[in-house]
């Protein structure tokens, strides 16, 4: 390969996703966490939010800018199948079936939301949320550069990955003789490609057939990410509980201003908070997660 030269059992996906949503998370930064194969979730009561009371104006809703990812995949007929493999006892079946549901096409939201509203399993009631969080944010997300006259303005946008992440030097295979800079997934913003094709725990050590260099560090990432348009399909080597895949993945966008950028974050946790307040379940004791959920 080359490398570049400076230019109750809830999925990780769940998880990054939901707890993205909490207003005192930053979806770019955090802490190291580990993709511990079940993980159970704490509803909290809910706090009294100041600033929100004393802001009477409504957020104004994020506008329509796609009609999917590049790597939607829809599925044919009944979703419930799908749905079933969710509350599986097999962390890896899991996985996969809250992937496919990740994937569907943003048309397909409706349907999620009526299983969601029929749903009695807590372990289904968190994935299926994250899903429909998802599935809301994703036509939502900036996938292009604005342009004029076909001229794009790379100063109005930053490519993103939609991740948080932590540099660090991993074997490949365990007989290697040498470790390589790899960057571990720690976070995933709900909405972004990403979400639908990596999961938290994840380390990427190529990108498109390229690896890192030796020296790579936490600031230098970004920098290379960047060099893609927002809207390129990327194909990133990743390692994955001790095996290698090649997953594709499409770069996603936001504002390049700081003040803008953080602003458009807040609006999608916002809008993505609302969303999850409106949604139902078959377990009124059970109550959909929302901004007041934590993880043990």
């Known amino acids: 390969m080359r490398q570049f030269h400076h230019h109750p059992r809830l999925s990780s996906v769940a998880l990054a996703a939901l707890a993205l949503l909490s207003p005192e998370s930053s979806s770019w930064a955090g802490p190291p966490r580990a993709r511990p ?15 929100a009371q004393e802001s009477t104006a409504p957020a104004a809703p994020l506008p329509i800018l796609n009609h999917g990812f590049a790597t939607d995949q829809d599925l044919p007929g009944p979703l419930a199948p799908v749905i079933t493999d969710l509350g599986s006892s097999d962390s890896r079946a899991r996985d996969l079936a809250s992937q496919k549901l990740m994937r569907l096409p943003p048309e397909r939201l409706d349907d999620i939301r009526t299983a969601l509203a029929q749903e009695t399993d807590p372990e289904a009631i968190a994935r299926l949320s994250s899903v429909a ?13 604005p342009s004029l006259l076909g001229v794009w303005y790379q100063q109005d946008s930053v490519s993103l990955l939609g991740i948080s992440f932590e540099v660090q030097t991993v074997k490949v295979n365990p007989n290697d003789t ?4 790899m960057t571990a997934v720690l976070t995933i913003e709900p909405g972004f490609p990403v979400a639908q094709s990596l999961f938290v725990g994840d ?18 990432f970004p920098a290379i990410i960047r060099q893609f348009p927002p809207g390129a399909l990327l194909t990133l080597s990743i390692l994955r509980d ?10 996603g966008a936001l504002p390049v201003a700081a003040v803008d950028m953080e602003t ?7 809008a993505a908070r609302e969303f999850l307040q409106s949604l139902k379940t078959g377990r009124p004791d059970f109550p959909t997660p929302d901004s007041n959920t934590r993880l043990d």
């Open 37 to 51: 194969a079940d993980i159970r979730i704490q509803i909290i009561p809910a706090q009294p939010n100041l600033a």
């Open 264 to 270: 458009a974050i807040e609006a999608r946790k916002t």
């Open 242 to 251: 001790g095996k290698t895949f090649e997953v594709p993945v499409q770069m």
């Open 178 to 181: 040498d470790a390589i800079p």
């Open 203 to 220: 380390r990427i050590f190529a990108i498109n057939g390229e690896r890192f260099p030796p020296d790579l560090v936490q600031s230098t």
């Open 133 to 145: 969080v998802h599935l809301f944010l994703k036509p939502r997300t900036m996938l292009a550069r």
